[in-house]
Structure formats: C-alpha cells, structure tokens
C-alpha cells in the first residue's frame, strides 16, 4: 500500500491491486456479489442496521487471495499482525447511495473489528466517491472523498463513519468489503 493520510491517530490508506501478477478470476468475484445480491443474501433485514445494504460473500477462493493480499501488505507496513474476520459486498444499482455508518458494535468494543476495506470490483465511467468523515481536534465532521476506481483497495479505521455516494452509472458499483482484527 503505497498513499497515506494519517488524521490524527486514524488513516486511510489506499493503493491497487496487482492485477497482472495475480492469478485471481475477477469475473468470479464479480459473480459471488451478484449472485448473493440477486439472492437477496443481505446479513440484516432490519433497515436500520448499517448491514443492511451489506451482503454476504460464498466462500471463494479468488476473494480469499484478495484478503490474503491485503493482510500481508498491511502486516508488513504496520508490524500488527491481522487477520481477515468478515467479508461482506456492496452491490449499488443506479442512483443508489449507502448513508453514513461505522463497523464498531458499540455494545462490544473489545471485538469490534480494527481496520475496514474496500476493493472495488466494478465502477462505471461516471466517478462515485467513497466519503469518509472524521473529527480533528475543534474541527468536527470533517469530510474527505476518495474516488473509487475498479481494483482500488481502501483501508480505514473501523470506528470511521463513511458513506458510497450516489451510483451515477448504469452498471452496477461492486466492492468486496472486509473487516480486520487481532
């Protein structure tokens, strides 16, 4: 992972995915967050959970090689040692938007994931940001947005509320999301 903003003691770091010296099938991965999509495979039906706009991902070995990359790039630049412990999708038709939400159950703080990602797996010609919010200090509410690119990785602190602007393109906008822990 090469860019980095460090906002106080939380980042954002993002980079792409290797895609020529990598063997995964990108059309695979495609096809496990539509077909759990089409499946209505949501991993709450409650709508005012934050997973609600999140569906599960079948075991896969291409999804498991893109997690795999990421917890050794992140291991090597942090010295944490993490580990993959969720792995969800998004799959936003058009003029469809995620509202603001963070990964942390606030009931269980000690086993709230630390860092959250995004690889975009598909993303039409129209640009769709990734919108971060964070406070600095006096100034609260602050906003930065990332666009978001196909085989872009994104990682952020879990406890970071974010937002998927709206999806101006006829194709579908799919990230592959995932949480990382201790």
């Not at 290797?18 to 499946?39: H, M, R, T």
Request: net charge neutral; charged share 25%.
């Amino acid at each position: 992972m090469k860019n980095k903003i460090t906002l106080v003691s939380q980042f954002i770091i993002w980079d792409y995915f290797p895609v020529i010296q990598s063997l995964v099938d990108f059309e695979k991965v495609k096809f496990n967050a539509l077909k759990n999509y089409w499946g209505d495979y949501r991993q709450s039906h409650n709508v005012d959970d934050w997973r609600f706009n999140y569906y599960n991902l079948s075991d896969d070995k291409n999804i498991s090689w893109i997690l795999d990359y990421v917890r050794d790039s992140y291991n090597l630049i942090s010295k944490t040692p993490l580990k993959p412990v969720a792995r969800r999708c998004t799959v936003q038709g058009q003029n469809e938007s995620i509202n603001f939400h963070n990964h942390l159950d606030e009931y269980d703080l000690i086993n709230s994931p630390i860092i959250s990602g995004i690889f975009t797996s598909q993303i039409g010609k129209n640009e769709v940001n990734l919108v971060i919010e964070y406070s600095h200090g006096r100034i609260k509410r602050k906003k930065i947005r990332i666009p978001m690119e196909e085989n872009k990785l994104i990682l952020f602190n879990s406890e970071l509320n974010h937002s998927f602007e709206s999806n101006n393109n006829k194709e579908p906008l799919i990230n592959i999301c995932f949480s990382l822990s201790q």
